[in-house]
């Protein structure tokens, strides 16, 4: 090294330092132009199929921009209130006018459904008045309104629209995590008959770890076996521990749906065997779901852990035990920390796939099993409320994030191989 | 270190204790089929080094693996101090083992895997950590404790390996071709160190390689194996000098290899005449009558050239084909008893007595030094 120090040096000195330092660059350059021409057409397919779409969902969570779009008079005339007591008549007017335009273009239902999410009795609210605008007549908007429905007399109403007012709202991300907005501004608890997600959440969380756990219980001495085999029924094995992975979600879901039902194989194989005096209930609860969960994420923890297994020499255990170490020290000394970034590898990919699980529990499981999905699906699909749908996805992905950040803070992810 | 002792000549007329190690009728095979070792009958001394020395394939490192306990014989015995081990788990065997590719282990530091023998038999901290530092020192890698193997050369992973299989002062180390993957240099260099650690420790040591360099440097006594037998276990010198078949005259050093007839067999000697037609006389290895085919064996660097054939008990005549130069020698192939590439080797001193290609030139070697081996 100090030769080449003194060379590169001399150089320099000579004057050709420049030279060559321009000629490394360019010669680099065309380099690093081909390795971005390469790379550039699969970035743009992540950008335009991934990143943008994930992007856009997201602002779902915060997005506010019916308010403004169907109470343009309300908002701007709440904007000068102060929240206190009732607004001045000008909100009044406003109002009307607002809910005037959103009778005519038909807009009132989504209006109601929006204002109805924050404060419940928003709906028969805004519909009520609605119905009966034609009331108002040329009476001052306040005295008619109120006489229309007496709430729009109360502080707490008109401080729910004042407070969801502005083009986001942090209402969703809110609700997602059992908290809601006081009219006084600060966040507390919702009541407790009405949490649900973080309830949810912990489950989600519990069954991923669940599922984690099995996987490793089951792929550990799994990937273990397959590394010691010999090549040709090491591969015959591997395309047993791939068949499921080739095989779609919903068939593999059904399959478990047919084999865990009352009168189903595994219970009828139980029951021959004399193991059990009547069905085990295995569909629509817990154990259905760990079961069939295990089974469709196992192959993506032994994959991994396989390939970190088969390049640990075997010398190495030999060694170990010559060295004097029971099979024991040498399983938990020489063998089990070298396999460390591979169950790290598996344990972090089945988590995280089990974090987004929909199928599985939605067909195998009961109530009490349903994960975080789900209710995404039923925000999105059924009570059209996107806008919670995404403050959901949005929590999850950012606990993922977390955990990985933390994961890869303990197990170290320079350490960790995925293949 | 400088000042290191130079190791004890090797004691082969003293008596030492026999069957430290003994292999009785031992026998080994995978697959039923093929024998790997076959009817293994070995006694090993204490305190020697004793080198396995082979082709690839030839059964050696099977041999040190059954030793070592990570295979198991299909026949025999094997007795370490007049006990037998074979049914003994390797970790309760008490030998060192050091593999071709060091086997160190990459997640723990170079003082826990030196260290790692002494956990293993449950030492407490202070202890582990004093003689893991000592074993290092001993290999000359004192300081190097708080690396990690692969931030270490080959031969300093070596040493680490060596000074692991040595911390726990077994009284056998097993070597298994340990120095494979290190350049000449280097290996030189270690098979000097493993030598004098060896003389210093008093332990002794089983090594297998199938570099013969290696094993005639290094050993006490050579086992040559080929075919999952012993084909003769012998010192060095009585080995490369008088090499008991053909095969190991084939294999310990350069040979030169006619054939021939046996004209008349004497005592101790014969006459022999090769295929063309030329008599030499030769020392009998097997026992041998007239008329039988034999493969004579002669050394390139016993063959005199020219004058200094004079006086030796075979003289015949030469043509060179090809002269190579090699610096400290020469390399005369010549056409010569039948055979077309007898090649003779001449010390750079002596350069002066070479003819020139295409000259015949007489050359002449002694009795003792032409080993005749009935054909077979």
Redesign the interface.
Known sequence: MAENDGAGRRSVDDGYGQDLKRELRQAERQEKRRAIGLLLPALLLVAITFLAPIGLYLYRAIDNAIMPELMPQTTAALAAWDGAGLPPDAAYDALLADLAAGKETQALGRLARRLNYSRTGFRELVLGTGRNLAAVEARPAREALVEIDPRWGQNEWWATIKQESGAITPFYLLASLDLERAPTGEIERVAPEQALYVLLFIRTFWISACVTALCFLLGYPTAYALSLLPARITNLLMILVMIPFWTSILVRTMAWAIMLQESGPVNGALLWAGIIAEPLPLMFNRAGVLIAMTHVLLPFFILPLYSVMKAIPAAQTRAASSLGAHPLLVFCKVYFPQTVPGVAAGALLVFILALGYYITPAIVGGQDDQMVSYFIALFTNQTINWGQAAALGAWLLIATFVLFALYSRLVGLGKMRLA | MQQRETPPPAQAGQARPEGFVRFADVQKTFDGETLVVRDLDLDIRQGEFLTMLGPSGSGKTTTLMML???EVPTRGDISLQGKSIKDL?????????V???Y?????MTVEENVG??L???RRPKAEIAMRAAAALEMVRLGGFGKRRPQELSGGQQQRVALA??LV?EPKLV?MDEPLGALDKQLREHMQLEIKHLHARLGITIVYVTHDQDEALTMSDRIAVFSNGRIQQLATPRQLYEEPANVFVAGFIGENNQLAGTVVAAEAGGCRIRTSDGSEVGATAVDPLAAGQGVLLSIRPESVAVGLRATGRQNRVSARLLELIYHGDHVRLRTALGGSQDFMIKVPRSEIDGVPSVGETVTVGWDRRDCRAFLAG
């Open positions: 070592a306990g990570f788990p390797p970790h309760k065997r008490d030998i060192g083992v593999f071709q590719n086997a160190l282990f990459p997640h790692f023998p956990l293993a038999r692991r299989a726990f097993l």
